[in-house]
Each structure stands twice: as C-alpha cells, then as structure tokens.
C-alpha cells in the first residue's frame, strides 16, 4: 500500500510523490515567541514530527524546517512590560520550546529559521510582488493585494466577495482593499525597525513563512504543516503571495493538525485556557504525554487534561508491561518468533504500516501495538520467554518508529544513593510489618519522582 496524504488544499487523500525523488521537503509554522510554550505548541510539533519519522522510516532524506517568528506585535510589548529588549524575550522562549521538544523526544529540525534572519529575502520576495503588480507600497507600509491572485481562498474554501464584511481599514492604514494584508509595517515610534527600500519597519507576519520557507526548501514543498487555527489566513496569505511570486505551487501537501481542547474549548491565549507545557512535565512523564498526543489522529482535535493523562499513563503502563517483563532493550535481536506469536507479530507489523500509510493514522497504529503486547504477555504466561523476547523486540522497533519506548526502565545503578538508601528502608519496614513506615517512604519516593509498585517478585522502582 503506498502512502497516501490528506491534503487541506484538494480536500482529499493522494498518493505521496515526492518533488524529488528519494527526497522530502517539509516546512512547519512555529511558534511566535512572546510566551513560553504549551501543550499546542507540542501537539503541533509532534504532529509534524510524526509524519517526518515515518517517511523516514520508509527511507527518504527529509529536510525539515521549523521557524520562530522572533518579533512581533506581542513580543515587542512583552519586552515593554518587563523592561527588556525583545530579544531577551525571543530567546528565552525559544530556548525553552527547544527544550521541552527534546524532553518529549521530538527530533530537532534540520533548520530552525527566524524571521530577523530573513529580512533579505523578504525585501526581494516583497520587490518581486510589487514588479508583478501583486503589491503596492502606502505611507511607508507594503501590501499585497488580494483582489490580484484570482484564485485567493482556494485553501480556505472561501469567496473574496464573502471575506469583506467584517474586514476593514485601520486608521494608519492606506489600503485599496480591506482585505489587502501587510507584507511590510512602517516602523512606529520607539520599535524595533530594518532599514528597507519602503522606509524603516518590520516584516508582515504571513511574508515571513514563505520567504523562510523558500530560502531554506525550494520554491515549491512537499508537506506544509501547522494547526487548523493557520488555515485562514495565514496559510490562505502564504499560498497567494508564494504562488503569485513564483508562479508555481508553494507546497503540495497541506498537513493541518487539530487542535487541543479543554473542556471543550480550543486554547487560546486570549483566555488563557491552556497549560504551559513545563506545568504539564512536572506532573506527568513526557513520554505518557507523547503517547497521548499520538493516540489521536494528528487532524482530529484532543481533549487535554490531567485526568485524560492520568488514563494514558495506565494505559501505557500496560503497553510497556511485555518489554519491561523481557528487559526488551537490552534483549539482542533474534529469530522471529513462530506459532501463534509469530502470526501476531506479522499481522501487527501489516496492520501497523496500512494504519500509518493511511495519512499517518497513529491512532490505529498504537491500536495494533496493543494487539501485539497482548499476545506477547500471553506467550510469557504460557512459559514461552526465548519467542516472547524476540516478540517484544518487535513491538519495540514499532514504537521505535511513532518515537515511543524510548526510555528503558532504570537499573539499580541508575537510581541515586538517596532513593536506593528509601528504598532499602522501605523493604525493611514491610519485613517488619510496620505498613505506616512503609507508606511514609512510599510517599518521600513519590515526592522525588519514584513510583513504587508491589509484587510478589518483591518491591520495583518506576520513575513518574
């Protein structure tokens, strides 16, 4: 079965067929850093991340972008209301979505593009519309004119004549249409500005992407992505102006994730219904909220809250158990195993690949990782240790493909002396009977990020 993508633009799955062979472009609207990250930001990162993984998994090169849009409205009062310059306000925020990617074990991009890096090629991007009578300069602001890219709404699914009420000029503005959007601002007083042909200011929101985009990938992109919230108009605005510059088609994929609810309601700065996703990592491991976000088909939306996570961390739990149960990572690799469990492994090996071919539908993918560590938990009850391992390796290499199971259970070794001396204390307490001690130690565990779980076999430490 070859994979097949869903894409916003045609409304439709199609065959994936690179630009160039062997070879995949992708480029992914990223944050704009006036805060610190949330969950969002994860789920549409991971979303991305998802889909790079598994076309390299099916081995093509992919050349990923994700930017950061370093300036603009917000950062810049951001910066004003903690009396720091915006850049203070840029990097820290952009160090922080760099680290919590990699504590939920999202790859780093090929590239990270700014949008203060690119100030060169938005000014011959934005000359080039001008030439081609797609944009015109007004008092020191640049813009492109809607009215000229006959086909504009075509992602949207919208009508120019439908757009203009609700539209209108601001004061400043010297628009010939309301619906004519900024490639360039003239600088205001006491703001960040770059010199340019028009006068000093700052690059329009949407020019950024694709001049980012382009620099870095090529005139036209295999896969686009971002949330659902871009469709209108920011990568409404990316498509006119690419295509009315170029000539050709800016990307031919576009990969739009759904967004994370809560309670109902997407989240939305404005209300500030969301959770920073540093809040989320202090309660909950980051591979349970990857699992998570991966158990929903990345265009549908998710409903987020610590009770749903709390759910996943149990569900994932049972996932793990067969590897755990055949210390799967550091097991070596063997025959395939026959029988009844060779029959699994294959069928979850088939139904897994037909899931992710099917527009990378992870949702039934883990569906099938589930089907598998059944049938290897069932083999081990059975006696069946030396097939269920090579089992296990399986399960292992598949999640290995959606970046899950990254973390192998801690050894003895690993633990600091503080929770071995607890823990040692604590199995001292129940050879004692002394249950009240033994929930006290069970609590200091906890508090330090150590799971207790009991069992005949004795006393095993998991990390939170």
């Not at 009578?133 to 020191?140: D, E, L, R, S």
């Not at 039934?364 to 089907?371: C, I, Q, W």
């Not at 204390?425 to 004692?432: D, G, H, I, S």
């Amino acid at each position: 079965m070859a994979l097949r993508i869903y894409d916003t633009l045609t409304q439709a799955k199609r065959e994936f067929v690179p630009v160039t062979p062997g070879q995949v472009t992708m480029y992914v609207c990223g944050m704009t850093v006036q805060n610190k990250p949330h969950v969002g930001h994860i789920r549409s990162s991971l979303s991305a991340e998802l889909m790079r993984r598994y076309l390299e998994h099916l081995g093509f090169s992919v050349r990923y972008a994700y930017n950061f849009t370093d300036i603009d409205d917000k950062i810049i009062e951001r910066a004003s209301q903690e009396s720091v310059g915006w850049e203070s306000v840029s990097e820290r925020n952009i160090a922080a979505y760099r680290q919590f990617a990699d504590l939920h074990n999202i790859k780093q991009a090929t590239v990270y593009p700014r949008a203060t890096e690119h100030i060169a090629e938005m000014h011959a991007m934005i000359a080039r519309l001008i030439d081609r009578g797609h944009a015109y300069a007004a008092g020191g602001d640049v813009y492109f004119e809607v009215r000229s890219k006959a086909d504009y709404g075509k992602l949207s699914n919208r009508r120019v004549d439908e757009l203009r009420e609700g539209y209108r000029i601001e004061p400043g503005e010297i628009k010939k249409d309301p619906l004519d959007f900024a490639l360039w601002k003239g600088a205001k007083p006491g703001e960040p500005a770059w010199e340019s042909p028009w006068g000093p200011g700052r690059p329009g929101w949407h020019i950024e992407c694709s001049a980012m985009a382009m620099k870095h990938l090529g005139e036209t992109i295999d896969i686009h992505g971002g949330g659902q919230d871009l469709i209108f108009p920011h990568h409404e605005n990316e498509i006119a102006q690419s295509e009315a510059c170029t000539g050709k088609p800016f990307a031919n994929f576009w990969c739009e994730n759904g967004l994370v609810n809560l309670s109902g309601s997407k989240m939305s700065k404005s209300v500030g219904n969301f959770f920073f996703i540093e809040d989320i990592a202090a309660k909950v491991d980051p591979e349970i909220t990857r699992f998570y976000l991966l158990s929903t088909h990345y265009r549908s939306p998710i409903e987020f809250s610590l009770e749903r996570l709390e759910e996943a961390g149990v569900a994932y739990a049972r996932l793990r158990g067969p590897l755990e149960r055949t210390q799967a990572w550091t097991a070596a690799d063997g025959p395939a195993p026959g029988g009844a469990l060779g029959e699994a492994v294959a069928t979850a090996e088939r139904l897994f690949h037909e899931a992710m071919d099917d527009d990378f539908n992870s949702a039934a993918a883990v569906g099938h990782l589930f089907d598998l560590a059944r049938a290897i938990n069932r083999a081990l009850d059975e006696g069946g240790t030396s097939e269920a391992t090579q089992g296990a390796r399986r399960l292992l290499a598949l999640g290995g493909i959606l970046g899950l199971f990254w973390k192998a259970p801690a050894t003895d070794a690993a633990w600091p002396a503080e929770v071995l001396a607890l823990a040692e204390e604590r199995v001292a307490a129940r050879a004692a009977r002394d249950w009240k001690r033994s929930d006290a130690l069970r609590d200091q565990l906890a508090a330090l990020g150590v799971l207790v779980e009991d069992s005949g076999q004795g006393q095993k430490l998991k990390r939170r």
